[in-house]
């Protein structure tokens, strides 16, 4: 059995994409119109009027707030702020999680919780830029110390 993708369901397929695509930059694998589209990296929308005959009418929840979409980006307070001008409701602003990643979490059109978190490889860069050693942001961060040396690699001031 392989796991493909996980399919969110949306009441306007149209508005969503311009969200996920236009601010979010999600790439189209796959596009079957008003019904559905499919990203790389395993996420689907279905539009919810066809996701309700394929249930047979069942009720389908908003807001559950018991998985989120979580995306991570190197200019966090930059689509922040993009965010926050196209009126999205937030459930909280930027904050940092006690692994020291800088997130902040709000609702898309359809009530779905989106996490728009810093790379974790800039955490580990930023945290060694404050002078932390490799053992300590390893505590700090919970990933591997042969991890974060990977991370640092990819900053070019950075001598192994």
Known sequence: MKFICSIIVVED?????KLYEDIL????????????VTYEGGLAFYKKSLYQQLLGDK???NRSNNFELYFE??????IEEVI????FEFI???????????VFRFYDYDNNNVCIAERMERVSYRLFKENKTISEISQLTGI???????????FED???
Request: aromatic content about 8%.
């Open 158 to 160: 950075i001598v192994s």
């Open 59 to 61: 009720t389908i929840m």
């Open 144 to 154: 591997p110390e042969d991890q974060i040396l990977q991370h640092l690699k990819e």
């Open 25 to 36: 930059c999600q790439k189209v694998i796959s596009d079957f119109g008003e019904y559905n």
């Open 13 to 17: 397929i149209y508005r969503s994409r």
């Open 92 to 102: 909280h602003k930027i904050k940092e999680e006690p692994w020291k990643q800088p």
């Open 73 to 78: 980006v190197d200019n966090l307070a930059e």
């Open 84 to 87: 926050l001008k196209q009126g």
